[in-house]
């Protein structure tokens, strides 16, 4: 299943990669990250390693994520293991005097909770999810 969602954000791309960049605040902004938890020394850039406590609904689990690639000031993509599998990314473009950020997920859920069935139920939760997160990555960082 791939997921990908993109809003504008009324904020530069500086502003709102300082955002991004802080994967520790992530869960301050996305409602279905309940937790993170550093698994490395490092804290930002490849191979930086956290658990992640999820919950969709009633569903929890944690979200064991290596970051795979780093491009300062323009992207994060990383890589997902434990109960869902997959890879993520999150990208910021300068749009005007405002910021694009596009999030893509490929993620892949076991045969035992229904596989292919699942990420079909799944995928307009999560782009709901992932919509109403970016806007409050955006409130986070918008010019008053």
Do not use: C, Y
Not at 22 to 30: F, I, K, R, V, Y
Request: glycine share 10%; net charge negative; proline share 4%.
């Amino acid at each position: 299943m791939i997921i990908s969602v993109s809003a504008t954000v009324d904020a530069a791309p500086g502003r709102v990669w300082g955002e991004l960049a802080d994967l520790a605040s992530h869960s301050e902004w996305m409602k279905d990250a309940d937790s993170i938890v550093f698994t490395s020394d490092q804290t930002r850039g490849v191979g930086t390693t956290m658990d992640v406590k999820t919950r969709v609904g009633p569903l929890r689990t944690i979200d064991v994520v290596e970051v795979t690639n780093w491009v300062e000031g323009q992207s994060i993509e990383i890589a997902h293991h434990g109960l869902v599998e997959g890879r993520g990314s999150l990208e910021v473009l300068p749009d005007q005097e405002a910021s694009v950020v596009t999030w893509t997920e490929e993620l892949t859920f076991p045969w035992w909770v229904g596989g292919g069935l699942t990420a079909m139920v799944a995928k307009p939760l999560l782009t709901r999810i992932w919509l109403a997160n970016l806007d409050r990555l955006g409130l986070r960082v918008s010019v008053p």
